[in-house]
């Protein structure tokens, strides 16, 4: 029996060019002018797990992100790894969604889609990391999920034992489709687009979808929809009264540790 | 004005425990808890425990004024569609202001589903917690790092009750325990089905502490390559009995694994001692030791941010400066 699964993916600054994300003094708004974007890093895994359980069972690998014009480009990455479709919610009115609004636009998108059986998201990401929304997502679609997946084992086509990471160890835990499943980085090495991949993308369609034509109700998703909102931003300092020893290494050490002993560290 | 509902405000922190003993995490956020109700001008904190009703009494101890128990029947917090049906219930009844969860693995998930299914906000990853007056309302402001930690956000929830977060971890430290009064109030849990099936809870043994709970962490980073890696960092850990971590270059750089790593996307610290080898302090690093009691940081660039986030800092050549450390402090360390 084919497996239609839904990815969701969300385009992130490029890890390296994090503090180059400074505050607008005037706006008060981030600027990430300039800063690269990409498939956030644990997104890619979940989509490579789809691709293995489409291989496997046949069915489509659709891939869903909500984001900005420029997001569309996560999405060519997506079909350049051999994603079958991909849809992209593009709206003013999702904009400014903190993660229960960005769980609505995404339910919004998926209950317009035909048929899937599933879903799966990257456990958390690298810019805002709240590990929140695969969880909401699930609880807005009325479906069973399991975050901290380490590793997927089809029982039978229609019922998954999961390795869930907890602190102390793991759990295994059975789900029935159709469900929300969020993995971790560990569970697979994700692929890299190749040439052919790249070239087939660009016969694939990406949709663009608006808040309209999911039917979205505009008082659930972007900044109207967000119960959470910024208060206020400021660039992080953490900044001590520290004092940087001088003197030859050996004094230095030596004035260190007598520091640590005034202190009763030592 | 007060927020109040039947004459009281209330904070809530949900409770985790394992094996007869109450997480360290739900510990400190009984402590924040009791702050945030003092900076509301009054009111409760209330703990909701489920199972474990011989722990109930060390919570009151820490901070609550009631402990809504759930334990008939009792089942496991790794049922998380069950806390979150339990949480659900209990809000609706009892209507807080203001519910604290860890930020743990189960914590997370059960959060996550109480915010959707209530429709409210939930503020994940708190670094601090306050009481702010704003547009004359006393309202949880809550701040983050974002953005790979490089920007504190201050997060509100204006509209929607109640208004929730996370914290991870090592964030807050528990005060001691107090002999205190409060209420102990069984909860009855409505009977439903889990749409998961836990087969098997499986424990690793772990060998060395806990990185949240150790009392002095050496953190490698980066610089580390000019000594060829990790050996100096697990020596000098010997030396102070402490934990090994590693900054997220050392991590890529395969030094050491990716749960021993320190930062925004890592584990949260707040050890006694904190000592930085190779470590240059980018923001994502910092937020995850802001809490250390004392930093003390060795590397070989004097303009590094971490010569600013730490309390004492030795600018050299690690080749130098890592055998005299280790021999001094192995001197004094073998002489007490």
Known sequence: MPCDIVVCVKQVPHPDYLNKISIDPTGGTIEREGVPALINPGDRNALEEALGIRDRFSGRVIVLTMGPPQARKALEEA???????????????????????????????????????????????????????????????????????????????????????????????????????????????????????????????????????????????????????????????????????????????????????????? | MNPKVNGESQVWVWVEHHQQELAKVSLGLLGKARELCQQ?????????????????????????????????????????????????????????????????????????RVAAKLGTGLTAHCIDLCIEEINGKHQLVATVAGWGGNLTLKIICPQRRPQMATVKPGILSPSPREKRNGEVIPVKVEDKTPRTDIVEVVEEQKKAKSLEEAEVVVVGGWGLNSVGGFQAVGELAQILKGSVAGT?????????????????????????????????????????????????????????????????????????????????????????
């Open chain 1, 79 to 266: 079909l350049a790894m051999d994603a079958d479709d991909a849809i992209h919610l593009c709206d003013r009115a999702f904009a400014g969604a903190d993660t229960l609004a960005t769980a609505q636009a995404l339910a919004y998108g998926i209950r317009k889609l035909e048929h899937f059986d599933l879903i799966l998201c990257g456990n958390t990401t690298i810019d805002s990391g709240t590990g929140q929304v695969a969880v909401q997502l699930a609880e807005l679609l009325d479906l069973p999920s399991i975050i901290d997946a380490e590793e997927l084992t089809f029982e039978d086509e229609r019922s998954l034992l999961v390795k869930r990471i907890w602190e102390r160890g793991y759990i295994k835990v059975r789900i029935k489709l159709p469900a929300v499943i969020a993995v971790t980085a560990k569970i697979n090495q994700p692929r890299l687009p190749t040439v052919l991949g790249i070239m087939a993308a660009t016969q694939k369609e990406i949709k663009n979808w608006t808040a309209a034509d999911t039917g979205a109700d505009t008082g659930r998703v972007g900044l109207d929809g967000s119960p959470t909102q910024f208060f206020e931003m400021s660039e992080f300092h953490a900044k001590r009264q520290g004092e940087i020893l001088q003197g030859s290494p050996e004094e230095a050490v030596t004035l260190a540790i007598d520091k640590l002993v005034e202190r009763e560290i030592l």
């Open chain 2, 40 to 112: 509301l001008g009054g009111g409760e904190v209330a703990s909701v425990l489920v199972g474990a009703e011989e722990l109930a009494a060390e919570l009151i101890d820490h901070g609550s004024d009631k402990v809504y128990l759930a334990n008939n029947p009792p089942f496991p917090l790794f049922e998380t569609e069950l806390c979150t049906h339990l949480m659900t219930g209990l809000i609706q009844s009892h209507q807080p202001e203001i519910i604290l969860w860890g930020a743990t693995s189960l914590g997370r998930e059960t959060a996550s």
């Open chain 2, 248 to 336: 997220r270059p050392a991590v890529d750089a395969g030094w050491i694994p990716a749960e021993r790593m320190v930062g925004q996307s890592g584990k949260t610290v707040a050890p006694q001692l904190l000592v930085t080898l190779g470590v240059s302090g980018a923001a994502q690093f910092a937020t995850g030791v802001l809490n250390s009691k004392l930093i003390l940081a060795v590397d070989k660039d004097p303009h590094a941010p971490i010569f600013e986030m730490a309390d004492v800092g030795i600018v050299g050549d690690l080749q130098e400066v890592l055998p005299l450390l280790i021999d001094k402090l192995r001197a004094i360390k073998g002489n007490t």
